[in-house]
C-alpha cells in the first residue's frame, strides 16, 4: 500500500514551482480573464504612478510661475491647477474602473477555480477503491479538512496573485524604473532598500510561523473541546464533573491567550522597524535628491523631491504586504501539496476488468485467500470456502473474526493479498467493478440513508424505475403501510424514519435493483424484535433463488442458512449445515448455547407453552 507516498501529510510541503504546475490547468480555461486581468494590471500600474508625475510636474510649474519677475499671471495659474485637477480625477475614475473589473475578475477567477477544484477532488475519490477511504491519513474528518482548505487556500492564492501580488509588484517595478530613468542614483538608493525589507519579512515570518501553527492547532484544540463537551453533556451532568470540564477550557483558553499576544508583540515590533526602515529610505531618497538638486545635477528640479518620494512609497508597498503574502503563500505550500496529493493519487484509481457476462449466476468460490488491510491489520489466513448460487450461506463468529472482511473482498471493495476469489468460474479481477456490484446488493447494519424523500432513497437502486415499482419495493419491504400513514407518505424526508424503518427502505432499496447475489451484513442488529420480525419476513421474500450471504449474530436468522462458515480470528475453522456444525461442537455450539441461554429460551419455552 502507498498511502504514505500518494497522501502525505499536510506538513509537506511543495515548493513554489509544483505549485505553480499543479495550480495552472485550472487557470488555463480561464485564459481571457487572465488576459484581462493582466492587461488592468497594467493600466492600474501606469495610473499608480500618475500622482507622482502630476506633482512632480505641478511643483516645477508652479516654482516657475512664482519665480517669475513681476508677479504671476492669474491666468496661468489657473490654467494649471485647472489641468492637474483634470488630471488627478480623470485617473481617480480610471482607477477606480480598473479596480472594480480588476477585483471582479480575480473573485470570478477565484469562484471558477475553486468551483472546479471541489469537481475535480470529488470525481477523483469517486473513482478511488476502498482501501484509499480506510488509510489512516484518509480519516472522514482529516480528509474533509484537507480538501476544505485546499480549495480555500488554493483559491485564495489564485485571486490574491491577481489582485493583489500582481498588480502591487507591477507597480513597484514600474515605479522603480521610472525613478532610475529620473536618476540612477536614486534608482540604486531605491533599490539596495528592498533586500533590506525582504530580510526582515523573511526573520519575521519564520519566526512567527511556530506561532501561528501552535495557533491553529489551539483553535481546533478549542473547538474539538467545545464539541465534546456537547456531545456527552449528559454523562459530564450525571457524573458532575463540570467543573473540570470548565478548568480544561480554561487551561486550553490561558495557553491560546498567551500565545495569542506574544505572536501580536512580536509582530507589532516588526511592523514597527519595517516603517522605520520604509522612513529611512524616505529619507534618504530626500536628502539625495535635495542634494542633486542644490549642486545643479542635470535633469533635477525642486519637484523632483516629491516625485522620488511618492515613487519610492509605491516600490514600498507590496513590501510592506509581503509578510502577508509570505505567509498566504506558506500557508498555500502546505494545504497544496496535501490538496494535490488527492488529486494526483492515480494508483488509488479502482482497476477493473472487462469481463460482462450476459447473466451471473452468483457462485462464489475463495481459495486460500489471505489480506491485509492498508493500516496493517491481517484480517484473513487462507480462508476458502464456496458460496454455491441460489443457497443461504452465513457467516458466523465473534466480533472482528473476518466475516465483514469477506463480503468486503467479494463486492470487490478490496483484492486479496495472495489466494483467489472466483465468481462463476472466473477470477474477480477479470470482472467489470461496476458490472460486478449492478448484480450485487449489500444491505448493512446501518444503511446510508440519504437527504431526500422516501421514494427518491427507495429509487436509489434503479434510477430508472417508476413510482409503481418504488411502491411495490416499498409492499416487499414490509414498509408500504408505515409510509402510507406519514402525513406526506413517500415525500416524507427519509431521515425522519426510524432505524428498523430506514432499514427497511434500504431493503427497499435492493427490492428495487433486483440483484441475484445478496450480501446481508447483520441486518437486525440494533433493531428492536418488532422491526427484527418484519425485516425477516422482507429478507425471506427477497432470498428466494438467490445467492445469499449473511452474516448475523442472531440464531434465528442462521438456522435458516443452508450452510454456514465459522470464522475464527480470520480462519475458517467449521463449515457444513447448521445442524452439522452445531452437532460437531466446538466455537458455533459455544455461540449457539450462549445466544440461547442470553436469550433464556427456557423460560420463554415456558411462556408460551
Ligand atoms: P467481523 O465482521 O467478523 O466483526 P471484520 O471483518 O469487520 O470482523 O474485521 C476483521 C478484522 O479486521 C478486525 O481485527 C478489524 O479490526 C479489522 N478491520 C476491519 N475493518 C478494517 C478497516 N477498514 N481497516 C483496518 N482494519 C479493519
Known sequence: MKTNQTTPSPQTRMNIWDLLRNIVPFVSPYRWLVAATLALTLVGSLMAQVNAVVLD????????????????????????????TAILLGKEVVAAVVTFFQRYYGERMRILVSRDLSLRVVESMLSFRMAFFSAEDNETGRLQSRIDRGIMSLSNTVNNFFIEILPLFTSAVLALVLMFAANVYVGLVALCIVPI???????????????????????????????????????????????????????????????????????YFFNGLKSFLEQIGTVLIIILTAYLVLIDYPGMSIGKIMYHVMLF????????????????????LIYAEGFFGIIHADDEVEDSGSFRPASVRGDFQLKDVDFTYPGGTKALHGVSLNIPSGKITALVGLSGAGKSTIVNLLDKFYHPDCGSICL???ELREWDTQWLRDHVGLVLQKNHIFDGTIEENIRYGRPTATHEEVVEAARQAYIYEQIMQLPRGFETSALQLSGGQQQRIAIARMFIKNPPIIF?????????????????????????????VIISHNIGQIIDADQIYVLQQGRVVQSGTP???????????????????????????????
Open 520 to 548: 446481508l451484513d447483520e441486518p437486525t442488529a440494533s433493531l428492536d424484535a418488532i422491526a427484527t420480525e418484519q425485516i425477516k419476513a422482507s429478507i425471506d421474500a427477497i432470498k428466494a433463488g438467490r445467492t445469499v
Open 313 to 332: 512609497a509605491n516600490v514600498s508597498a507590496p513590501i510592506r504586504q509581503l509578510h502577508r503574502i509570505y505567509d498566504d503563500m506558506n500557508d498555500a
Open 197 to 267: 525589507y525582504f530580510w526582515v519579512t523573511y526573520v519575521q515570518a519564520s519566526r512567527m510561523k511556530g506561532g501561528r501553527r501552535s495557533i491553529f492547532g489551539g483553535h481546533q484544540a478549542v473547538s474539538q473541546g467545545i464539541l465534546s463537551i456537547i456531545e456527552s453533556i449528559s454523562v459530564i451532568k450525571s457524573f458532575n464533573r463540570e467543573h473540570i470540564e470548565a478548568d480544561r477550557q480554561a487551561a486550553l483558553q490561558r495557553t491560546m491567550t498567551d500565545l495569542q499576544l506574544s505572536t501580536r508583540r512580536q509582530s
Open 424 to 426: 462463476d468460474g472466473v
Open 57 to 84: 510636474r505641478a511643483v516645477d510649474a508652479i516654482n516657475v510661475l512664482v519665480q517669475q519677475s513681476g508677479g504671476f499671471a492669474w491666468a496661468d495659474a489657473v490654467r494649471i491647477l485647472t489641468i492637474i
Open 579 to 609: 445442524d452439522e456444525v452445531y452437532h460437531q461442537g466446538g466455537l458455533y455450539k459455544d455461540i449457539f448455547d450462549a445466544s440461547a441461554r442470553s436469550m433464556n429460551v427456557d423460560k420463554i419455552a415456558n411462556t408460551l407453552a
